[in-house]
């Protein structure tokens, strides 16, 4: 039941909260503007998570304060890096950002929806290193984005 509720959760505060976002906000992009959002966001993150959470990721979080604290850092990291990239990036016409330029509410909620996604992950990882279906499934995420779909292009893969 676990997994199932890890999953949903998921979808609700992942791709269903965006795809409402984009809906009532007047920019011109709405969810899902890309493969990411529509196949990586609402396919492979929930997976990912109700596979983690099936492994026992929410009873090992207490126990395991070394992985905690790392996977906290680490993902304060990541958020900052991710920050600065968001901030950079102008997407024309994007849900995420307000007239100005900046963050709109949307923008803060997708922000805060990666951190804790990024900590669901580095954690998981970092715990369940030797499961290969996190792996892929995390591995599937990663071919859904534009960039990295470039670099393997560009790597010739």
Do not use: C
């Not at 929410?58 to 850092?73: C, F, M, N």
């Not at 920050?83 to 909620?109: C, H, L, P, Q, T």
Request: no cysteine.
């Amino acid at each position: 039941m676990e997994t199932v509720l890890a999953f949903m959760a998921t979808i609700l505060f992942g791709p269903a909260a965006f795809f409402v976002f984009t809906r009532i906000s007047t920019k011109s992009t709405a969810f899902p503007s890309s493969v990411t959002g529509l196949v990586g966001d609402t396919v492979f993150l929930p997976l990912f998570n109700a596979l983690a959470v099936y492994y026992g990721l929410v009873q090992i979080l207490d126990s395991q304060k070394g992985l905690l604290w790392t996977s906290i850092l680490l993902t304060t990291l990541f958020i900052i890096l991710y920050f600065i990239y968001r901030k950079k990036v102008r997407e024309k016409g994007s849900w995420m950002y307000g007239e100005k330029g900046s963050f709109n509410f949307a923008g803060w909620y997708h922000l805060g929806y990666v951190g804790i996604q990024s900590f669901v992950v580095t954690f998981s990882l970092l715990h369940f290193y030797t499961h290969i279906w996190l792996w892929l499934i995390l591995f599937g995420y990663a071919a859904t984005a534009t960039q990295f779909r470039g670099a393997l292009k560009s790597w010739r893969l």
